[in-house]
Each structure stands twice: as structure tokens, then as C-alpha cells.
């Protein structure tokens, strides 16, 4: 890793996530390259990046990296879909230097979850996010840091980020002993809230509860946080899908308290907030379904335990996107 002092990082997706670290870590003085494809990296080469998060309110141009240049970073943060990981990651991991590190910032169940495990269930693929199991060998877990991201992140038509609230991440050793209190300390410096956690397992599925309850239902009724929250027939079938989640997660000996009056609250007092799902499907683009529903759906059926509610509501959301698509035809 470079000095503790200074970042050497690649932010691989300049989408809503990926621009809003990038910009806090830009801002406090760290080296990082952005590596992003397409229409947005030719918008990023002739505008640069923009960020309005609380006291920060920053345009900047940073290093536009190929993927031939990542063996000269340290750290490579991916923030894309979960679903962009099974074409990106090989290519990825092949240009990366041996002893550099990895963490993704991804929503939902992670390719790696059950890699180092220990029992039935070690070294087992997720399906639902790695469809060819290609993905576990190519980083060892020491070489991972997990990551669970809480930030409302939305970016606008311009390409401009804001971020509501402030941007937190959990961090947690996968396997084996990264420089995770370094590391945090330096996002610490740059103004994201970090917390290190000592099971960054049970860390995913606290995030997760929130994550399929809100997403998927929000995404199947156009409704924001707050339109949810204040819907009495809605809230109940968060909670169910939260209580469900939950319970998966003591079955496979994470237990977790899905915090429901908490969750609630949330909503409440979200304000007119479209998650992640509902601005994917408002603006044309896939759901991340594959992390943040099939997998624990996926797991649920390996282990026999039910799952009704967040079933059910997949089952439409998935009839919703199909609608919307051939619509769009």
C-alpha cells in the first residue's frame, strides 16, 4: 500500500456512488483516477465531475484511467451493478497488481460471501451474482476489503451527484488482515463516516434488510421513502420482506435485529427520496435485482427457508421491468 498519508486509488464506475467517493477523497488531497466507459467517460472528459455533498461543493477533472493502467494503484474501489461484475472483474483482476487491494462497493450479497467460509456452504458461488462461479478465484480473500455503503446518492440528468445526509461506509477484513484502520482513517479524513466492523458478514445483511424491503417495493409502486413510509399497506409488506430477510440471515448464523421501528422511521422521514431500483427504472436502466433479491432468494431455497413476501414482490417488479421494456419498443 502507498503511505498512509496519501491514497494511491482507482475508482472503477463513475456513476452516482463512484463519483460522490471520488469526489470526497479528490477533495482531501488523494491521487484517483476514475476508470468508466462509454458515454459517461467521454462526458467526463469534457466536463470533469460534479459533487454537491453537505459543506462540499465541488466540479473537478480527474485522471481518466484504462484498465491497462491499474497495476499502478494500490487500491481499486469498484462502484458499478452488481450484474457488471461477471464481464468486468477478470480483465480487471488480470491488470491489477498482485498485492494490490480490491473493494467493491456493491448493494446486496456479494460474489464473495461464502469465499473463506467455513462449513457446508464454503467456497460456494452465488448463482444469482456469479452465474459461472468465475468470480471466486480471482481474488483471494485476503486481497478483499467488504464494504457496505449507507449514502442517499442521486445523480441528476447533468451528470451532477448530490448526496443527501452524509456518505458512510462499513469496512471489514473478508479474510486475513488488510490495512483496514489506515484505510478508514484516510475516508475518515476526507469527510465519509467509517466504521470498521468486526464481521462485515453480518454488516451486509443489516444493509440488505433495508435493502430489499425499500428497493423492491419502491420500485414495483413508483413510490418514494416517504410515500412508503406514510402508507400503512406498504409498510407492512417491508416489513415482512425485512423480517424474512432476517430470518435468513440466522439461518446462516449471522443473526441480525431487522430494527423495524428504526426502518420505519427511515421512511418517514426519507423525504422524496427514489432508491437506487426506482431511479434505474425511471431513467431506462436494469434493476439491480440480481444482488439485492435473487441471491437471498437464491440462498433461501439452499437452506429451506421461506421466503413469501420478498418472492412475491420480485415476481411483479420483474413483470413490471419486462412490461416497461417491451413498452419501449
Not at 435485482?289 to 421461506?306: N, Y
Amino acid at each position: 500500500m502507498a503511505p498512509a498519508s496519501r491514497l494511491k486509488l482507482c475508482v472503477v464506475g463513475a456513476g452516482a456512488i463512484g463519483t460522490a467517493l471520488a469526489g470526497r477523497l479528490h477533495a482531501a488531497g488523494h491521487s484517483v483516477a476514475v476508470l468508466a466507459r462509454g458515454a459517461r467517460r467521454d462526458f467526463i472528459a469534457r466536463h470533469g465531475l460534479s459533487l454537491k455533498d453537505g459543506d462540499l461543493d465541488a466540479a473537478f477533472r480527474p485522471e481518466l484511467a484504462e484498465l491497462a493502467d491499474l497495476s499502478a494503484y494500490d487500491l481499486v474501489i469498484v462502484a458499478v451493478k452488481a450484474g457488471a461484475l461477471p464481464a468486468l472483474l477478470p480483465p480487471l483482476a488480470a491488470a491489477m497488481r498482485a498485492d494490490a487491494l480490491l473493494m467493491p462497493a456493491i448493494n446486496g450479497l456479494p460474489w464473495w460471501y461464502f469465499l473463506g467460509e467455513n462449513g457446508p456452504l464454503a467456497d460456494r458461488p452465488l448463482r444469482a451474482v456469479d452465474p459461472d462461479a468465475a468470480l471466486l478465484p480471482l481474488f483471494g480473500p485476503e486481497r478483499l476489503i467488504g464494504c457496505v455503503v449507507y449514502s442517499r446518492v442521486t445523480m441528476l440528468g447533468s451528470g451532477h451527484v448530490i448526496v443527501s445526509g452524509r456518505q458512510e461506509l462499513q469496512l471489514g477484513a473478508v479474510s486475513g488482515a488488510p490495512p483496514l484502520a489506515g484505510l478508514a482513517a484516510r475516508f475518515a479524513e476526507s469527510g465519509i463516516a467509517v466504521t470498521v466492523e468486526a464481521d462485515i458478514r453480518r454488516a451486509v445483511w443489516r444493509k440488505l434488510i433495508r435493502n430489499a424491503a425499500t428497493n423492491v417495493v419502491s420500485a414495483l409502486t413508483d413510490a418514494t421513502l416517504e410515500q412508503i413510509g406514510h402508507d400503512a399497506d406498504a409498510t407492512r409488506v417491508v416489513t415482512d420482506i425485512a423480517v424474512e430477510v432476517a430470518g435468513l440471515a440466522a439461518r446462516l448464523h449471522r443473526a441480525v435485529d431487522p430494527e423495524l421501528t428504526q426502518l420505519l422511521e427511515v421512511l418517514r422521514t426519507a423525504g422524496p427520496f427514489a432508491t437506487s431500483m426506482l431511479q434505474d427504472l425511471r431513467h431506462g436502466r436494469e434493476p439491480e435485482l440480481g444482488a439485492i433479491a435473487d441471491a437471498p432468494l437464491e440462498l433461501a431455497g439452499m437452506v429451506g427457508h421461506p421466503m413469501p413476501a420478498l418472492q412475491a414482490a420480485t415476481t411483479l417488479l420483474k413483470l413490471r421491468v419486462r412490461v416497461l421494456r417491451d413498452n419501449a419498443t
